[in-house]
């Protein structure tokens, strides 16, 4: 098994290679506006460093979000067009269930949250790293403040709102190398993964933007 | 022919994905998705709605085109996307995909100019441009007279619309008389049974001391507006095939007039004419009288091929590959206001990533 892991739903750009027991080799950046530019060269480094080549993959791995939804549709896109050239299969993950899985945290409850912008956070609930017991959602921190009362938290969306999230600590983002692994273990143990489609948890701003269509340069 | 550069085409700068496949100037796939209609009710393009349906459709009409084509992925040389303009997260979408596509498959990326290839796009009708072509691009999102030499390299913008563009003034116009959207076509078939000459509306711009390629809509449309208000307001029936036919001559009235004198001033012997507006039926024979009565060759592409498609991509991107230009980097960007000069994104100079990508690539 050979796993090539990314996820852009989090303003990290990060990519690993996993094959089934390790990663292999990994990179991060963190740049919310340079999903699109990153991704692709972060692809390249990462199997210069494994010294292979991309069609030694058996499998991608893809961080579904929610995420914001201009990057997230880098990893999503990128994920898909790398399935049908190279046909193999492309399995999503949910970023969040990443992220409590890079916490590693064996006995919960904790939450993960992350940053949803509009002052809101994606989040979701979990009994340990493995085991998420609620859907994900996005709120206001103070709406869900009852819900996350007393919990343990991760993620940038808990480090960003202290008053909601008293005890949020690392990790800020989630990692492909953390995504990687969480699949490699469902995928061990027979369990399907979900397809690699958005969550976007948001209905589209349907708002037609004035001059709507003008492209031609001023 | 088998000589000729076979490359793969796509476009998601709007509401359409598009994916072509050509080899050199021969048009041998064009499939398109579009998301018009779920933009219908708002009347224009959503950004949103237009991206998540980009990625939806990316891959599928990827497979369409190939079997439409026949041809393997394998044989492809070279990957061509609209890197703009356009709406910022639906060109990332096609950027990102094509990318991916170039690198799994080893072969070279080219990012384009939208506008280049809405030019090019005739090669796959009528054969090579001629050197130097003028065009006029009309769209719901263009409004622009161009000249080119060369049109990997040389694009010069003589003039534009200083507000609306074409196309917008008639989905504006066809939302103000109740036709729905997008307007161009409708407005179309109520002026073929209208008077052109019942109402006298505003031609914009063409004053003795208004820039001569530079085209003005806004006031057009608040003129035929306000004549539809009046009108309304007077508890008269709205003549919507004769607003239909007067609105639409004073808009091809000014299109092909400024083309036909830049054609002239600038000693240019061709004409094309490219984008959604382009299908207009008034516009192709007006255009087609006035280049007669002024001994000027017109090229206008099939209505398929004016419209934003994957198989203009295509086309430029062939032509490229012909005249050996130098491919995009692997961290291309989407630019939503790419400039009209700029034909196409070449790589950087030093570039490490092409470096090591040599390695990782099939052989
Ligand atoms: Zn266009």
Redesign the pocket.
Known sequence: MLLLALDTATPAVTVALHDGSDVIASAAQVDARRHGELLLPAVDRVLAEAGLRLDAVTGIVVGIGPGPYTGLRVGLMTADTFGLALGVPVHGVCTLDGLAYAADIEKGPFVVATDARRKEVYWARYADSRTRVTDPAVDRPADIADQVAGLPAVGAGALLYPDTFPQAHEPEHVSAAALAGLAAERLAAGEELPAPRPLYLRRPDAQVPKNYKV?TPK | MADEPLVLGIET??DETGVGIVRGTTLLADAVASSVDEHARFGGVVPEVASRAHLEAMVPTIDRALKEAGVSARDLDGIAVTAGPGLAGALLVGVSAAKAYAYALGKPLYGVN??AS?ICVDQLEHGALPEPTMAL?V?G??SSLLMSTDITSDVRPLGATIDDAAGEAFDKIARVLDLGFPGGPVIDRYAREGDPEAIAFPRGLTGPRDAPYDFSFSGLKTAVARWIEAKRAAGEEVPVRDVAASFQEAVVDVLTRKAVRACKDEGVGHLMIG??VAANSRLRALAQERCEAAGIQLRVPRPKLC??NGAMVAALGAEMVARNRAASSWDLSADSSLPVTDTHVPGHGHDHVHEVSKENLYS
Do not use: I, K
């Open positions: 492209v | 700068s709007c939208h506008l809405h691009l769209s999102g263009h984008g959604g419209t934003d």
